[in-house]
């Protein structure tokens, strides 16, 4: 498997971001990449029913979608993949490897848990992008992102139910500690105006960054590791449940560079199934 990503690695990269841009044509997108969990209630990261059946039956579908079933897609996905390599389907396998991977690392992100994902009700606009890009862009040089070797999941359902509810619980820390350096600094030490190729934007200061980073005591880093190895893990388990194929036989095929179909299941869907009960649990 090492052989066969590092080979295709810059396909992976550059079709990692075809979720969102996804977005814009496919109006079924966005709901695929957030979970709001704080709509549902008090403790409701540990009531929510892990299974999709059994939370459409509690809240119905069209409640489930309004507000985000980003675990259920990433549990699906996997099983597109999975499908994928039983078929030895070059195309299929890189693409949806791609699409699990944006995927796993949204559900992963603290900001991808609330109805409060850019700060828009806690007066607080833009923290998404803070914590996700700009203080990476600043430190993640500095971040350790080994994670060591792949695992195989048992149930992939409730492994990224893991991910989710441990990005959820981080939430207050991301607001709370963007206020209290907002008003140990001051305002007017929050923003600056730097160059981006030709054009200035205005973005966090640096001084700013680096206290709010400090604050957070290593959550980025922590929350990056975390979905790098459920990544790994859920690609090596989609290549175990689809027969453990022989990869090194797809390195000398054509890969063919489609456009980004509209639709974004397989030419064959497959059956998404509980592993423990072995109930579908849709597809």
């Known amino acids: 498997m090492i052989g066969f990503y590092k080979q295709n690695i810059e396909y992976l990269t550059a079709k990692s971001v075809n979720p969102d841009m996804r977005r ?3 109006p079924d997108e966005a709901e695929r990449h957030y979970i709001d969990l704080d709509v549902y209630g008090d403790s409701s990261i540990y009531k929510m029913p892990r299974y999709w059946k059994e939370a459409v039956e509690v809240y119905t579908e069209d ?13 699906r996905v996997k099983g597109w993949l999975t499908n994928a390599f039983t078929n030895q389907d070059l195309n299929q396998i890189l693409r949806l490897s791609a699409d699990l991977g944006h995927y796993i690392a949204d559900a992963n992100v603290p900001l991808h848990t609330t109805e409060n994902y850019n700060g828009q009700l806690t007066n607080q606009l833009g923290i998404h992008g ?3 890009s700009r ?3 600043l430190f993640a040089e500095n ?3 080994f994670v060591g070797k792949a695992e195989y999941v048992k149930n992939t359902q409730l492994r ?5 509810t441990t990005a959820h619980l981080a939430l207050d820390s991301v607001l709370r500690y ?7 600094l001051g305002f007017s030490k929050k923003f600056v105006i730097e160059q981006r190729g030709n054009s200035n934007v205005r973005t966090y200061a640096q001084e700013f960054s680096a206290e709010y980073h400090k604050r957070l005591n290593g959550m980025v880093e922590r929350r990056m590791r975390a979905c790098i190895k459920m990544i790994a893990d859920f690609w090596y388990t989609a290549w175990v449940d689809g027969g453990q194929p022989d990869l090194s036989k797809l390195l000398n095929q054509k890969l063919v560079d489609e456009k980004e179909e509209k639709r974004t299941s397989p030419v064959k869907p497959i059956k998404v199934i509980n592993h423990e009960s072995g109930e579908e649990i849709g597809n």
């Open 130 to 132: 803070f914590w996700e």
């Open 63 to 75: 409640t489930l979608r309004a507000y985000g079933i980003v675990p259920w897609h990433v549990h």
């Open 160 to 164: 990224i139910w893991e991910g989710v």
């Open 143 to 145: 971040y350790n992102l």
């Open 135 to 137: 203080l990476p862009e």
């Open 24 to 26: 814009y044509i496919n």
């Open 178 to 184: 963007e206020k209290e350096v907002t008003e140990q």
